[in-house]
Protein backbone atom coordinates (compact mmCIF):
# COMPACT_ATOMS: atom_id res chain seq x y z
CA UNK A 1 0.00 0.00 0.00
CA UNK A 2 1.28 3.48 -0.88
CA UNK A 3 0.37 4.67 2.40
CA UNK A 4 3.21 2.00 4.30
CA UNK A 5 5.88 4.36 2.07
CA UNK A 6 8.65 5.65 4.26
CA UNK A 7 7.83 9.18 3.83
CA UNK A 8 3.80 9.39 3.38
CA UNK A 9 1.93 12.10 4.08
CA UNK A 10 -1.77 12.61 4.21
CA UNK A 11 -1.79 14.86 1.19
CA UNK A 12 -0.25 12.04 -1.30
CA UNK A 13 -3.66 10.30 -0.96
CA UNK A 14 -5.55 13.55 -1.98
CA UNK A 15 -2.75 14.31 -5.05
CA UNK A 16 -3.15 10.75 -6.61
CA UNK A 17 -6.77 10.72 -6.26
CA UNK A 18 -6.59 13.31 -9.09
CA UNK A 19 -5.54 11.10 -11.62
CA UNK A 20 -7.36 7.94 -10.31
CA UNK A 21 -10.36 9.69 -12.10
CA UNK A 22 -8.61 11.39 -14.91
CA UNK A 23 -9.88 8.63 -17.44
CA UNK A 24 -7.25 6.21 -19.79
CA UNK A 25 -4.81 7.08 -22.24
CA UNK A 26 -6.80 8.64 -24.41
CA UNK A 27 -6.76 8.60 -28.34
CA UNK A 28 -7.86 10.10 -31.15
CA UNK A 29 -10.41 10.02 -33.31
CA UNK A 30 -11.26 11.18 -36.45
CA UNK A 31 -13.68 14.69 -35.99
CA UNK A 32 -15.85 13.60 -39.33
CA UNK A 33 -17.09 10.46 -37.79
CA UNK A 34 -17.96 12.98 -34.84
CA UNK A 35 -19.84 15.59 -36.97
CA UNK A 36 -21.58 13.33 -39.41
CA UNK A 37 -24.40 13.62 -36.50
CA UNK A 38 -24.08 17.08 -35.69
CA UNK A 39 -24.46 18.91 -38.89
CA UNK A 40 -27.35 19.67 -41.70
CA UNK A 41 -28.31 21.76 -43.76
CA UNK A 42 -30.71 23.46 -40.75
CA UNK A 43 -27.93 22.68 -38.31
CA UNK A 44 -24.76 24.91 -39.17
CA UNK A 45 -20.73 24.33 -38.23
CA UNK A 46 -20.36 28.11 -36.23
CA UNK A 47 -16.91 29.12 -35.60
CA UNK A 48 -16.28 31.54 -32.41
CA UNK A 49 -13.94 34.08 -33.32
CA UNK A 50 -12.79 36.03 -30.25
CA UNK A 51 -11.06 38.27 -32.99
CA UNK A 52 -11.01 38.58 -36.42
CA UNK A 53 -8.04 35.81 -37.89
CA UNK A 54 -9.03 33.45 -34.84
CA UNK A 55 -10.84 30.88 -37.00
CA UNK A 56 -8.12 30.29 -39.84
CA UNK A 57 -5.22 30.26 -37.47
CA UNK A 58 -7.58 27.71 -35.72
CA UNK A 59 -9.84 25.13 -38.04
CA UNK A 60 -9.78 27.06 -41.61
CA UNK A 61 -9.02 23.51 -42.85
CA UNK A 62 -11.90 22.04 -41.18
CA UNK A 63 -13.92 25.03 -42.09
CA UNK A 64 -13.00 24.91 -45.69
CA UNK A 65 -13.78 21.38 -45.90
CA UNK A 66 -17.57 21.46 -45.02
CA UNK A 67 -18.25 24.53 -46.37
CA UNK A 68 -16.44 24.26 -50.43
CA UNK A 69 -16.19 20.61 -50.75
CA UNK A 70 -19.53 19.29 -48.73
CA UNK A 71 -21.34 22.05 -49.34
CA UNK A 72 -22.83 22.18 -45.57
CA UNK A 73 -23.73 25.78 -43.81
CA UNK A 74 -20.67 27.31 -42.06
CA UNK A 75 -20.81 30.14 -39.74
CA UNK A 76 -18.10 32.35 -38.40
CA UNK A 77 -18.75 34.78 -35.91
CA UNK A 78 -16.56 37.52 -35.39
CA UNK A 79 -17.22 38.06 -31.74
CA UNK A 80 -15.34 41.10 -30.74
CA UNK A 81 -14.65 43.68 -33.56
CA UNK A 82 -11.77 46.44 -32.72
CA UNK A 83 -9.12 48.53 -33.25
CA UNK A 84 -5.95 46.45 -31.58
CA UNK A 85 -3.00 45.54 -32.90
CA UNK A 86 -3.32 46.94 -36.08
CA UNK A 87 -0.10 48.80 -36.73
CA UNK A 88 -0.95 51.56 -38.92
CA UNK A 89 -0.73 54.49 -36.55
CA UNK A 90 -1.97 57.25 -39.58
CA UNK A 91 -5.31 55.35 -39.21
CA UNK A 92 -7.92 56.37 -36.68
CA UNK A 93 -9.60 53.85 -34.64
CA UNK A 94 -12.54 53.61 -36.74
CA UNK A 95 -10.92 53.36 -39.91
CA UNK A 96 -8.59 50.33 -37.78
CA UNK A 97 -12.32 48.27 -37.46
CA UNK A 98 -13.06 49.07 -40.38
CA UNK A 99 -10.04 47.25 -41.69
CA UNK A 100 -10.50 44.67 -39.52
CA UNK A 101 -13.55 43.52 -40.58
CA UNK A 102 -13.10 43.06 -43.87
CA UNK A 103 -10.03 40.95 -43.49
CA UNK A 104 -12.56 38.94 -41.76
CA UNK A 105 -15.05 39.03 -44.41
CA UNK A 106 -12.33 38.09 -46.85
CA UNK A 107 -11.16 35.12 -45.03
CA UNK A 108 -14.40 34.00 -44.92
CA UNK A 109 -15.64 34.44 -48.88
CA UNK A 110 -12.18 32.32 -49.11
CA UNK A 111 -12.94 29.23 -46.87
CA UNK A 112 -16.93 29.72 -48.24
CA UNK A 113 -18.32 30.59 -44.61
CA UNK A 114 -20.73 32.95 -44.06
CA UNK A 115 -19.55 35.60 -41.86
CA UNK A 116 -21.30 37.51 -39.00
CA UNK A 117 -20.24 40.37 -37.02
CA UNK A 118 -21.51 40.93 -33.18
CA UNK A 119 -20.83 44.08 -32.36
CA UNK A 120 -20.85 43.61 -28.71
CA UNK A 121 -20.31 46.62 -25.98
CA UNK A 122 -18.16 43.82 -24.37
CA UNK A 123 -15.23 44.77 -26.69
CA UNK A 124 -15.03 48.32 -24.86
CA UNK A 125 -16.10 47.37 -21.13
CA UNK A 126 -13.57 45.95 -18.32
CA UNK A 127 -13.12 42.38 -18.54
CA UNK A 128 -14.97 42.55 -21.94
CA UNK A 129 -17.76 41.64 -19.28
CA UNK A 130 -21.19 41.99 -21.61
CA UNK A 131 -23.48 44.32 -21.59
CA UNK A 132 -27.83 43.07 -20.93
CA UNK A 133 -27.89 44.08 -24.44
CA UNK A 134 -25.21 41.96 -25.22
CA UNK A 135 -26.78 38.60 -23.88
CA UNK A 136 -30.28 39.44 -25.59
CA UNK A 137 -28.26 39.85 -28.95
CA UNK A 138 -26.69 36.07 -28.39
CA UNK A 139 -29.42 33.90 -26.98
CA UNK A 140 -31.62 35.41 -30.14
CA UNK A 141 -28.83 34.84 -32.38
CA UNK A 142 -28.07 30.62 -30.86
CA UNK A 143 -32.34 30.64 -30.97
CA UNK A 144 -32.21 31.57 -34.77
CA UNK A 145 -29.58 29.99 -35.89
CA UNK A 146 -29.40 26.37 -34.04
CA UNK A 147 -25.92 25.37 -34.67
CA UNK A 148 -25.03 21.90 -34.97
CA UNK A 149 -21.63 22.25 -33.86
CA UNK A 150 -19.63 25.30 -32.47
CA UNK A 151 -15.70 25.50 -32.40
CA UNK A 152 -14.41 27.98 -29.65
CA UNK A 153 -11.05 28.61 -27.80
CA UNK A 154 -9.95 26.52 -24.77
CA UNK A 155 -10.95 27.33 -20.80
CA UNK A 156 -7.24 27.97 -20.65
CA UNK A 157 -6.25 30.67 -23.08
CA UNK A 158 -4.05 32.78 -21.39
CA UNK A 159 -6.20 35.99 -23.67
CA UNK A 160 -9.02 37.22 -21.91
CA UNK A 161 -11.23 37.60 -24.88
CA UNK A 162 -10.76 34.17 -25.55
CA UNK A 163 -12.21 33.04 -22.26
CA UNK A 164 -14.83 35.05 -22.74
CA UNK A 165 -15.65 33.98 -25.71
CA UNK A 166 -16.26 30.23 -23.83
CA UNK A 167 -18.44 31.84 -21.68
CA UNK A 168 -20.98 33.36 -24.03
CA UNK A 169 -20.77 30.78 -26.08
CA UNK A 170 -22.20 28.94 -23.17
CA UNK A 171 -24.96 31.24 -22.21
CA UNK A 172 -25.85 30.66 -25.74
CA UNK A 173 -26.31 27.19 -25.61
CA UNK A 174 -27.95 27.37 -22.20
CA UNK A 175 -30.31 30.80 -23.20
CA UNK A 176 -31.84 28.78 -26.99
CA UNK A 177 -31.84 25.22 -24.64
CA UNK A 178 -29.30 23.95 -27.57
CA UNK A 179 -28.66 20.15 -25.45
CA UNK A 180 -27.47 18.73 -29.14
CA UNK A 181 -25.33 20.96 -30.40
CA UNK A 182 -21.81 19.09 -30.51
CA UNK A 183 -18.75 21.43 -28.86
CA UNK A 184 -15.53 21.29 -29.64
CA UNK A 185 -12.81 23.14 -28.46
CA UNK A 186 -9.62 24.25 -31.18
CA UNK A 187 -6.05 24.80 -31.08
CA UNK A 188 -5.10 28.53 -30.72
CA UNK A 189 -1.24 29.94 -29.97
CA UNK A 190 -2.48 31.10 -26.69
CA UNK A 191 -3.91 28.42 -25.64
CA UNK A 192 -2.84 24.90 -26.48
CA UNK A 193 -5.45 22.02 -25.87
CA UNK A 194 -5.62 20.38 -22.65
CA UNK A 195 -6.75 16.97 -23.33
CA UNK A 196 -7.35 17.32 -27.26
CA UNK A 197 -9.48 13.81 -28.69
CA UNK A 198 -10.36 14.23 -32.00
CA UNK A 199 -7.87 15.26 -35.74
CA UNK A 200 -9.05 16.92 -38.31
CA UNK A 201 -6.13 15.35 -41.47
CA UNK A 202 -5.51 18.35 -44.26
CA UNK A 203 -3.38 17.44 -47.30
CA UNK A 204 -1.82 20.47 -49.26
CA UNK A 205 -4.37 21.96 -51.33
CA UNK A 206 -6.41 22.44 -47.39
CA UNK A 207 -3.01 23.90 -46.29
CA UNK A 208 -3.59 26.41 -49.25
CA UNK A 209 -6.76 27.82 -48.60
CA UNK A 210 -5.58 27.74 -44.70
CA UNK A 211 -2.62 30.27 -46.02
CA UNK A 212 -4.78 32.17 -48.26
CA UNK A 213 -7.13 32.43 -45.21
CA UNK A 214 -4.28 33.68 -43.12
CA UNK A 215 -3.17 35.60 -45.06
CA UNK A 216 -5.77 37.72 -45.37
CA UNK A 217 -4.98 39.41 -42.26
CA UNK A 218 -2.29 41.20 -43.42
CA UNK A 219 -2.92 44.12 -40.42
CA UNK A 220 -1.59 40.84 -38.16
CA UNK A 221 1.25 39.72 -39.99
CA UNK A 222 3.27 42.78 -39.82
CA UNK A 223 3.88 41.18 -36.31
CA UNK A 224 3.93 37.05 -36.25
CA UNK A 225 3.87 35.09 -39.39
CA UNK A 226 1.00 32.71 -38.46
CA UNK A 227 0.58 31.07 -41.49
CA UNK A 228 4.58 29.84 -40.72
CA UNK A 229 3.48 29.02 -37.34
CA UNK A 230 0.60 27.08 -37.83
CA UNK A 231 1.91 24.90 -40.76
CA UNK A 232 5.23 23.91 -38.40
CA UNK A 233 2.66 22.81 -35.59
CA UNK A 234 0.17 21.05 -37.78
CA UNK A 235 2.80 18.89 -39.22
CA UNK A 236 4.63 18.31 -35.87
CA UNK A 237 0.60 17.10 -35.20
CA UNK A 238 0.37 14.92 -38.02
CA UNK A 239 3.20 13.37 -37.29
CA UNK A 240 2.03 12.67 -33.09
CA UNK A 241 -1.38 11.67 -34.67
CA UNK A 242 0.00 8.97 -36.58
CA UNK A 243 1.57 7.62 -33.27
CA UNK A 244 -1.71 7.90 -30.95
CA UNK A 245 -4.27 6.55 -34.13
CA UNK A 246 -1.81 3.46 -34.34
CA UNK A 247 -1.65 2.79 -30.77
CA UNK A 248 1.93 2.73 -30.84
CA UNK A 249 2.67 -0.33 -32.75
CA UNK A 250 5.43 0.41 -35.30
CA UNK A 251 3.97 -2.76 -37.06
CA UNK A 252 0.67 -0.81 -38.10
CA UNK A 253 0.36 0.02 -41.79
CA UNK A 254 0.42 3.92 -41.83
CA UNK A 255 -1.96 3.94 -44.91
CA UNK A 256 -4.21 1.85 -43.17
CA UNK A 257 -5.04 4.63 -40.33
CA UNK A 258 -3.94 7.87 -41.58
CA UNK A 259 -3.02 8.66 -44.94
CA UNK A 260 0.18 9.33 -46.12
CA UNK A 261 -1.40 12.30 -48.17
CA UNK A 262 -1.97 14.13 -45.19
CA UNK A 263 0.49 16.53 -44.32
CA UNK A 264 -0.77 18.20 -41.45
CA UNK A 265 -3.83 17.74 -38.42
CA UNK A 266 -5.76 20.42 -36.51
CA UNK A 267 -6.62 19.47 -33.38
CA UNK A 268 -9.69 19.19 -31.40
CA UNK A 269 -11.27 18.44 -27.76
CA UNK A 270 -14.80 17.13 -28.00
CA UNK A 271 -16.57 18.43 -24.97
CA UNK A 272 -18.31 16.76 -22.55
CA UNK A 273 -19.70 16.78 -18.69
CA UNK A 274 -18.01 14.92 -16.74
CA UNK A 275 -19.24 14.39 -13.54
CA UNK A 276 -16.17 12.11 -12.44
CA UNK A 277 -13.75 15.23 -12.81
CA UNK A 278 -16.56 17.77 -11.54
CA UNK A 279 -13.99 20.73 -10.27
CA UNK A 280 -13.77 21.21 -14.24
CA UNK A 281 -16.57 23.48 -13.47
CA UNK A 282 -14.95 25.78 -11.32
CA UNK A 283 -12.88 27.06 -14.15
CA UNK A 284 -14.58 26.01 -17.25
CA UNK A 285 -18.46 27.70 -18.60
CA UNK A 286 -18.99 25.17 -20.68
CA UNK A 287 -18.80 22.07 -18.50
CA UNK A 288 -21.25 24.55 -16.24
CA UNK A 289 -23.60 24.43 -19.87
CA UNK A 290 -22.76 20.73 -20.61
CA UNK A 291 -23.53 19.93 -17.04
CA UNK A 292 -27.06 21.66 -17.12
CA UNK A 293 -28.10 20.88 -20.10
CA UNK A 294 -27.37 17.36 -19.24
CA UNK A 295 -29.34 16.77 -16.50
CA UNK A 296 -26.15 16.61 -13.99
CA UNK A 297 -26.22 20.18 -12.55
CA UNK A 298 -29.39 22.43 -11.34
CA UNK A 299 -29.67 24.95 -12.76
CA UNK A 300 -30.61 27.38 -10.05
CA UNK A 301 -27.89 25.84 -7.26
CA UNK A 302 -24.78 25.78 -9.71
CA UNK A 303 -23.32 29.07 -8.80
CA UNK A 304 -22.26 27.92 -5.38
CA UNK A 305 -19.71 25.81 -7.41
CA UNK A 306 -17.65 28.94 -8.20
CA UNK A 307 -15.41 30.52 -6.00
CA UNK A 308 -16.27 32.77 -3.45
CA UNK A 309 -19.88 31.87 -4.12
CA UNK A 310 -22.18 31.49 -0.65
CA UNK A 311 -25.40 29.20 -1.02
CA UNK A 312 -28.81 31.03 -1.80
CA UNK A 313 -30.03 31.98 1.78
CA UNK A 314 -33.35 30.04 2.30
CA UNK A 315 -36.38 31.92 2.52
CA UNK A 316 -37.47 33.99 5.73
CA UNK A 317 -40.02 32.40 7.82
CA UNK A 318 -42.66 33.45 9.91
Known amino acids: MPSRCTHWQPAFDAVLKTVAGSGTHGQLTDVRTILRDALAPDRPLVMLCPH??????????????????????????????????????????????????????????????EPVCWDLDAYRSPGYTPSA??????????????????????????????????ALTAIGLLGAHLSDTLVLTGWTPWGPLPRPNAYFPYDTEAERAKQWAIHCHASQLILTDYFEFCSHLGRAYAALTREWSEGHNPAASRSSRFEDRFIGVELFQ????????????????IQIALGILSGHLDPVSCHTLLPGSSPTPEPATT
Open 52 to 113: ADDGAITAACLLHEYAIKRGLPVIEVLVFTGERNVDAPWLDDQKKVAVREREFRLECEVLGA
Open 133 to 166: NDLDKIVDWFIARKPGAVILPPATDAHLAHRMTR
Open 270 to 285: VEQYDPVRSYLSLMDP
